[in-house]
């Protein structure tokens, strides 16, 4: 199900009154969401607010960002402040705010959670036509931090985008049998999900936008000092990637595994530390 939010000017989305009012109506229906807890908001953020992001976001294909080009994955991003435009900085600072992530606290019922100033694997992401990302469990420990990571929230950019486009988030079952809430990425839709290591989510079709468009979103990830056991299916991970059916995916992983292993046995924690970072 999709909620949708009126606030009304620049900063109405931190005041209590409204995020009280979002907390009434929502905060049962993120815990017994399936196929984990997740919540859907249309229009949470001012329309103008994020109308001024959507103007300053880069190009990511055209300067210094993160490429990702392999078999399960083929995306842009970047973490860098600095090619950021100053009300998309400001946007991230609030949310990392102390009233949102009280908000977030009580919504999700995850107590001590942990904002990360360095944006890893967040910030800016750009996928174009063509581009995908396979359905996958995301890395469970900040590489710097070494906190354990617990949410997501993604912020969608992108006006009038229609169904036949594709790019939706699919969340996807324990078992990997079906795809259980399909996302459509529109403009001013907020997703805030539970992350662990059997929340199974992506954008996993090739993206069918015309040429010149491109599914732009802001990513923030949140953290805790540690978590319920039942969470973890084993030790610390980077992004493992899972196939659906007849997708060959996990055969194609394995040399990245054996990489992450080689790295992990063998190079020195400073850079297992940058690898995990990227």
Same mark, same amino acid.
């Given at each position: 199900m999709t909620y949708i939010a009126t606030p009304v000017k620049h900063d109405s989305f931190l005041?209590?009154?409204?995020l009280q009012d979002i907390l009434c109506k929502y905060k049962e229906s993120f815990i017994d969401a399936k +196929? &984990? +807890?997740?919540?859907?908001?249309d229009n949470f953020f001012p329309e103008d607010l994020l109308g001024e992001i959507l103007l300053d976001f880069p190009d990511l294909q055209r300067i210094d960002s993160q490429k990702f080009d392999t078999p399960y994955e083929k995306k842009l991003a970047s973490t860098h402040e600095r090619q950021m435009?100053?009300?998309?900085?400001?946007? &991230?600072?609030? =949310?990392?705010?102390?009233? &949102?992530i009280s908000f977030l606290e009580e919504l999700t019922g995850i107590p001590g959670i942990i904002p990360d100033p360095h944006f890893?694997?967040?910030?800016l992401h750009q996928i174009k036509r063509g581009g995908y990302l396979k359905v996958h469990v995301d890395f469970n420990r900040h590489g710097r931090l070494k906190l354990?990571?617990?949410?997501?929230? =993604?912020?969608?950019?992108?006006k009038d985008w229609q169904e036949e486009y594709g790019g939706h =988030?699919?969340?996807?079952?324990?078992?990997?049998?079906?795809c259980v809430h399909k996302i459509l990425p529109i403009f001013n839709r907020m997703v805030i999900f539970n992350t662990n290591d059997f929340s199974y989510h992506g954008h996993p079709d090739p993206l069918k936008c015309p040429e010149g468009r491109s599914r732009k979103s802001?990513? =923030?990830y949140y953290y805790s000092n540690g978590r319920p056991a039942e969470e973890l299916s084993g030790k610390n991970h980077t992004t493992i990637f899972k196939a659906r059916a007849n997708e060959n995916i996990i055969s194609e992983q394995e040399p990245f595994r054996l990489k992450n292993f080689l790295i992990n046995r063998i190079a020195p924690p400073i850079l297992v530390d940058m690898f995990r970072s990227k």
């Open positions: 005041q209590e009154e409204y +196929p &984990f +807890p997740h919540v859907v908001i435009g100053e009300a998309t900085r400001d946007l &991230f600072y609030r =949310l990392n705010s102390s009233t &949102f890893e694997g967040g910030g354990d990571r617990r949410l997501n929230v =993604l912020v969608y950019l992108n =988030l699919e969340l996807w079952d324990r078992e990997m049998s079906q802001l990513a =923030l």
